[in-house]
């Protein structure tokens, strides 16, 4: 079955959303061989995946994943990059997450530990001893409690280790990489999406608002971060109230000093966690702050807090000035995590 497919596909040809199931089935189930999955994934990216199979895909990872359903005062969102940028910055979005929670928000962190990064988010919870398989009913009681939990894809998402393998092989992006973000295990509907490519900032809304999604941001810099950025012009795509608009956002107007890449890159994960924890504490360099407080500003619009990033911005800065992003996270990782390892940090 799956031979056929994987030839199909490298004559350029479509595979029908009922097709693609059926071969995800085979693949998440183990039932496919590490060469087929292979064979399989080289021919669909070469050829570029069509919104149909793509569609087919993410549903058939939401069907074999756990699901859990959080309640919250207000709205629930995720906050998460596609990866595979290779920009070697730190881990923007986890600081934003907590620093949108600070401000007022509510955030289901899903995601994993980093492949071609310094350090992804399950990285940094797992340093500061969150148990990253901590059961889903367990996550659901954090989020509940602090407005902010991890579920880590590994988790939730057990039989995409049927899948990893193949992904090593191959050693290059795959729709897994842009599928991660979008199977969010507490069922999102509002969320914020740094892609890897402007090709796919229209189809991830367009995926996501075929799934039920409400308010979701697609954003990537000019100079390629999967992230709103200070260090260029960031195109946006914005679904609100079932329209779809297009922006670009020019940091420098909104007051934000314009910074160099290399002022917010790391290079080794022990630095990631240094600056990871500056940025909440408010010590860290100015444009590390500035870019965390932007993604964190996009949050608050994703989840109906502002209306606009200048509003927003001045909510997401006072988050982190006035020491409650900080504050938040320790106590969150005094409840779920090891004290002791932000006692080293303040030691210094």
């Known amino acids: ?10 004559h350029n040809k479509n595979i029908s959303y009922d097709e693609m199931g ?23 990216t070469e050829k570029g995946e069509s919104d149909e199979e793509l569609l087919a895909m993410l549903d058939k990872i939401q069907e074999h994943g756990i699901h859990i359903v959080p309640k919250c005062q207000g709205k629930i969102i995720d906050v998460c990059g596609t990866g595979g940028d290779k920009m070697r ?16 928000g509510n955030v289901a962190k899903h995601g994993n530990k980093s492949v071609s990064g310094v350090s992804g988010s399950a990285d940094i919870f797992e ?22 939990g991890f579920m880590f894809a590994q988790k939730f998402h057990p039989t995409m280790k049927n899948v990893a393998e ?15 973000p979008l199977s969010n295990p507490a069922g999102v509907k509002d969320q914020l999406v740094g892609v890897f490519s402007t090709d796919y900032l229209l189809r991830v809304i367009t995926l996501l608002k075929s799934r039920g999604a409400e308010n979701v941001m697609t954003v990537i810099s000019d100079d390629g971060l999967d992230e709103l950025s200070t260090t260029s012009k960031n195109q946006i795509y914005h679904l609100k109230n079932n329209k779809i608009n297009k922006l670009v956002l020019e940091p420098t107007e909104l007051g934000l000093a314009r910074a160099n890449l290399r002022d917010i890159q790391v290079t080794t994960k022990e630095e990631a966690i240094k600056v990871f924890i500056s940025v909440l504490q408010g010590t860290a360099k100015r444009s590390m702050i500035d870019i965390t407080a932007l993604n964190a500003a996009a949050g608050l619009i994703v989840s109906g807090l502002s209306d606009t990033f200048d509003e927003a911005l001045q909510i997401t800065i006072d988050a982190i000035t006035s020491g409650k992003s900080y504050e938040l996270f320790k106590n969150f990782i005094k409840y779920c995590g090891d004290m002791s390892k932000i006692e080293e940090f303040e030691k210094i």
């Open 89 to 104: 910055t730190f881990n923007i979005s986890t600081a934003a997450a907590f620093v949108i929670v600070a401000s007022g």
């Open 22 to 44: 059926n071969t995800m089935d085979l693949i998440l189930e183990g039932r496919s061989s590490i060469p087929e999955t292979v064979e399989f994934l080289k021919n669909l």
């Open 127 to 148: 340093y500061f001893g969150y148990d990253l398989n901590t059961e889903p009913y367990k996550v659901k009681e954090i989020i509940e409690k602090f407005g902010i």
């Open 1 to 10: 079955m799956i031979s056929e497919i994987t030839a199909k596909l490298s």
């Open 166 to 180: 193949a992904r090593k092989i191959l050693g290059t992006r795959t729709a897994f990489n842009l599928l991660g």
